[in-house]
C-alpha cells in the first residue's frame, strides 16, 4: 500500500511525524503545527491533515493519561472543555457566512501582540478567582476559531500561560486534556465526511508509531528543561501559530 509512494517520501513522513511527536513531548503542543507543512511539501495538504488524525488523538490521550492528579486538572478545567465542544459546534455552523481571512489577521495579530506580552514583564496573570471563568472565555474562543480554521491552540497556550504557578508538567496535562475536545470530535469529522477514507485511516494509525517515538523522546527532553526556559519556548510556540494565521490569510 506505502508503494505507490517513493522510499524518500515516506522517510521524509516518518521524519515530520517524529519531530511532531518530539515537540509534543517536550512542550505539549505544536504537533500538527509541525508536521503538517512538512507533509505537505511531498503530500497532497487534506492528506498530510487527515494523517494526523489518529496521531493527535493518542498523543493527547497518553499525555492526560501519564499526568499526575489528573482528577484535578479536571475539577479545575471542565468549564472551559464543555465550552470547547459547544463553540467548535457554533464555529462550524456559521463557517459558511463569515469571512475566515479577516478573522485569521485579526486573531493572528491578537496572539502574536499576546505572546509579546507574556515575554515581558507586564505579564499577564489570571487571579485564582477567575481561572473557571476565563476558562469559559477561551475555551468558547479556541472551539470557534478552530471549528472556523482548525487553528484550536493558541487560544488555549494564552489561557494556560496566564494561570499562576502553573508548572510545565501541569501545563502539558492541561492542554493535553483541554485537546481532546477539539481533537477528538475532530478526528471523527473526518472519518464521517469521508476526508479520511480506508486508505487513510491506515496511514493514520501507522503515523501514530514515530509521533509516539518523538513524544517519548520529547518527555525525557521536557524533563531538563526550567520551568522558565518551558515558558518562553511556548510563547515561542504562540508567535509561530499567530505568523501561521496570518500566511494561511494571504495564502
Known amino acids: 500500500m ?3 509512494y517513493g522510499p524518500t517520501i515516506v522517510t521524509w513522513c516518518f521524519f515530520a511525524l517524529l519531530c511532531g511527536g518530539f515537540i509534543k513531548g517536550a512542550l505539549g503542543v505544536g504537533t500538527p503545527l509541525l508536521t503538517v507543512p512538512m507533509m505537505a511539501l511531498v503530500l497532497p495538504p487534506q492528506m498530510a491533515i487527515a494523517i494526523m488524525a489518529i496521531p493527535v488523538v493518542v498523543a493527547n490521550l497518553w ?10 486538572v479536571i475539577s479545575r478545567l471542565w468549564p472551559a472543555f464543555l465550552a470547547i465542544l459547544v463553540g ?3 464555529g462550524v455552523k456559521i463557517l459558511s457566512v463569515i ?7 485579526l486573531v493572528g495579530v491578537a496572539v502574536i501582540a499576546f ?3 507574556q515575554g515581558s514583564r507586564f505579564r499577564l496573570h489570571l487571579p485564582d478567582p477567575l481561572v473557571r471563568p476565563a476558562g469559559v472565555f477561551f475555551g468558547g474562543a479556541s472551539g470557534l476559531i478552530g471549528g472556523l480554521s482548525s487553528f484550536f491552540g493558541p487560544m488555549l497556550i494564552i489561557y494556560l500561560i496566564s ?10 496535562s492541561s492542554i493535553s486534556f483541554l485537546y481532546v475536545s477539539a481533537v477528538v470530535p475532530w478526528a471523527i469529522a473526518l472519518y464521517l465526511f469521508g ?3 480506508q486508505r487513510l485511516l491506515i496511514y493514520s494509525a501507522l503515523a501514530t508509531i514515530p509521533v509516539t517515538i518523538g513524544l517519548l523522546l520529547g518527555q525525557r527532553i521536557r524533563q531538563r528543561i526550567s ?3 518551558f515558558q518562553y519556548l511556548i510563547i515561542g510556540i504562540l508567535v509561530v501559530s499567530g505568523v501561521s494565521m496570518l500566511w494561511r490569510a494571504y495564502h
Open 195 to 197: 476526508i479520511l477514507d
Open 115 to 117: 505572546a509579546l506580552l
Open 63 to 72: 499525555q492526560f493519561a501519564q499526568a499526575e492528579r489528573g482528577s484535578a
Open 163 to 172: 494561570i499562576r504557578g502553573l508548572s510545565k508538567n501541569q501545563f502539558v
Open 227 to 229: 520551568d522558565a526556559r
Open 99 to 105: 469571512d475566515e481571512t479577516t478573522l485569521l489577521v
Open 88 to 90: 467548535t459546534w457554533v
Open 2 to 4: 506505502l508503494a505507490e
